[in-house]
């Protein structure tokens, strides 16, 4: 009996150890996440403002930035993976690499285009949920005016990367879905991919 007794405990107590190693770790996953967020958007955000006249008189070099500095924080394998889903599917591997590069630089255009609205502005981090593991979303507020913005993380070969982002709780993922969905049933995958290489950001985003 005392035998049994000291099983129950062994195993109460590794169980225990268990939920609280990972509460532990998915803490640390949130936080890093967190921090990831809060440090790449202070410094693009403090770059623009440090050189806003710049990059209205010569927009390639904005372009540059967000290259630069943001997109290595940007998982677009997934999210054009997302945003087509079932013609990902159906999308040749040629296909697939120059909708993701087309649809990467039309993302980067669309923010250089507006990014007067961001000069002045800040990022505050509020917190963070763990979706599963390697997942995180991190909730944010643009200021001034309190604009709610989450974005969606995954972690890729150790690092934090982003995939979605939504935006006073539109989510770009699903937008561009929708359009691009509507598109490429009328013309093609291929129409799409074309209009997009041609620089033709006609797409209707909610915001």
């Known amino acids: 009996m005392n035998k049994m007794l000291n099983v129950f405990r062994m195993l109460a107590q590794s169980l225990l150890l268990f939920v609280a190693f990972s509460f532990a770790m998915t803490a640390q996953a949130n936080e890093e996440a ?11 955000l403090q770059i623009l403002n440090d050189n806003k006249e710049t990059y209205l008189s010569d927009p ?3 372009f540059s930035l967000i290259e630069t500095e943001v ?6 394998s997934t999210m054009a993976k997302l945003t087509l889903i079932k013609h990902w599917k159906a999308a040749t ?4 690499t120059q909708f993701s590069e ?3 630089n039309m993302l980067i255009r669309t923010y250089t285009e ?10 505050e981090v509020l917190g963070s949920d763990a979706r599963r593991e390697g997942y995180v979303s991190v909730k944010c507020e643009v200021l001034p ?26 989510s770009m993922i699903k937008n561009y879905r929708n ?18 290489q041609n620089g033709d950001d006609v797409t209707e985003v909610k915001s």
């Open 145 to 170: 005016g309190n604009l709610p913005v989450e974005y969606d993380l995954r972690q890729v070969d150790g690092t934090w990367k982003a995939y979605d982002m939504t935006f006073e709780g539109v």
């Open 71 to 76: 997109m290595p924080f940007i998982d677009f």
């Open 34 to 44: 967190e921090t990831l967020v809060k440090s790449v958007s202070d410094k693009v």
């Open 60 to 62: 390639d070099s904005l």
């Open 114 to 123: 507006s990014f007067d609205k961001y000069t002045g502005a800040r990022l």
């Open 102 to 104: 087309a649809y990467k």
């Open 179 to 196: 359009s691009f969905d509507r598109e490429i049933e009328q013309s093609g995958l291929e129409a799409l991919i074309q209009r997009l």
């Open 93 to 96: 591997e040629e296909q697939r």
